[in-house]
């Protein structure tokens, strides 16, 4: 049985079913585990998220990728996590339910890097906020044109 996460991507427990790989974030010692397509944009984004608001390899480790399991609080749909599509970054200061935990500036930086990247903020969600977490949005088809657009390519 093939499950998919809640953006539509192929997701599974076992990591090498849905080619997860490993992506060193540039200027950080932290790696992150992803799709492979996927991961060259999230990695990219967290490069920037790093250098342009805020840094992610100081104190707590809390910035993380892959992880199978349900969206927090609704057990039937699989988390974007689950299929190496979605990123955490400082868990810990933009924890869960919390909102403006960045500043006014770091909000707009997010939401430009956010649309270079063809990624959605979970501080954009309507209901509970997700400061902490970006994901994929576009199919992979669309993700490859974006990771060639944007020269990230192998």
Known sequence: MTEKSQNGWTASKD????????????????????????????????AEFYAQVEPIDAGALDDWAYCYRPVRGQDAVL?????????????????????????????????ELVKKYGLRWGGSYKARKDEMHYE???????????????????
């Open 79 to 111: 988390s974007n996590h689950s299929s190496g599509t979605a990123l955490d970054l400082n868990a810990s200061k933009h924890p869960l339910g919390k909102e403006h935990t960045f500043t006014g500036i770091q909000e707009v930086k997010i939401k």
């Open 15 to 46: 990591q090498a079913a849905i080619d997860i790989k490993v992506f060193p974030i540039k200027g950080t010692d932290i790696k992150i585990r992803c799709q492979a397509i996927a991961g060259p944009i999230l990695a990219a984004f967290a």
């Open 136 to 154: 994929i949005i576009e199919t992979p088809e669309q993700v490859k044109a974006r990771t060639n657009k944007l020269g990230l390519g192998k």
